[in-house]
């Protein structure tokens, strides 16, 4: 069973307004944005001292937009900003810290800029100040903090803190575990179209913890999430289809999901893949796809499918006989089970 997912040890998330990288896409799709041009006319500004011009230059050099991408520049004129309390300067001088861009990383400083931007009523550098507090990084770990930064900031509709209350919830973070209430928040994360916030909340139904066990509300969150790409929510459907479990089963289907789940490298969807093809599940199913799948798998340190790549070679299925090779994949599954006990 796929864990619950956990953004407490994902990376920073880079929220730069008024040009942010996704918003750069967004605006190339619909208003077209000559950003030479626009560099052309702001770094003379910069150059004077201009505090937004020096914020948009930051964030361009950054990008490598309208000018030849650097980091070095785009520190120098985030910092100046930054100093003059810009605020979208102040995130990106923490983006640009926590991930070591043109300097050594430096999380203590990055947290320091997220705080004055926070400070000043700034959602998202609030959220990385949680984030960080949360794990630790800049600064002593302080969960309780962090929860009560979080929860102010999902009372005011955060979906990302939303999210990250209800796995401080679920694993008493900070806060007093309560299932119930990580439900809740889950909920209305999940509600705003959140990824990992709609898996979460389809496998709290399915386990039935914090609400009623019912994997009819289950299979609808995880197809949310599936549907929006979810590795790990697309496993889990093909789980439920190639069981028939609370639907019926369809070894088609089920196969469907576990493709688009092991294209985006998912290694237990390739060993369910392998399996089926064994079985005869799959259309056409033959020994040398199982193998190709249980590779695939086992290159990516699946205990299971390093098993099978031994099985293989020792009976010779999709592949020739030889003892040896059986001998050294049952090694590495040996090997990779004694180093994950000892981690």
Known sequence: MKAIKTMLAAAILLVVAPVHADQMTSLRKTVPVNYAVVAQDHLPLAEQGNVKSQSLMAQLY???EGVRQDDAKALEFARKAAEQGDVNAQVL??????DGRGVPRDEAEALAWFRKAAAQGDSEAEFQTALMLSQGRGAPMDEAAAAGIFEKLATSGHAESQYALSIMLTNGLGVERNDE???AWLRKAAAQGLVSAQFNLGLMYEIGRGVEQNDKQALEWYGKAAN??????????????A???SVKRDDRIAAQWFQRAAAQGDAEARVYLGEMAL???TTPATDRE??????????QGDIEAQHYMGLLY??????????????????RAQETYLRRSAA
């Open 279 to 281: 079985e005869g599940r």
């Open 228 to 241: 929006q790409g979810d590795a790990d929510a697309q496993y889990v459907l093909g789980t439920f289809y």
């Open 314 to 331: 020792e009976l010779g299925l999709g592949v020739k006989q030889d003892p040896e090779r059986a001998r050294e994949w049952y090694r």
């Open 93 to 98: 001088a923490g983006v640009i810290y926590v």
């Open 62 to 64: 950054l990008l490598g």
């Open 243 to 245: 069981s028939g479990r």
């Open 181 to 183: 209430q990580a439900v």
């Open 290 to 299: 199982a193998m190709t799948w249980y590779q695939r798998a086992a290159e």
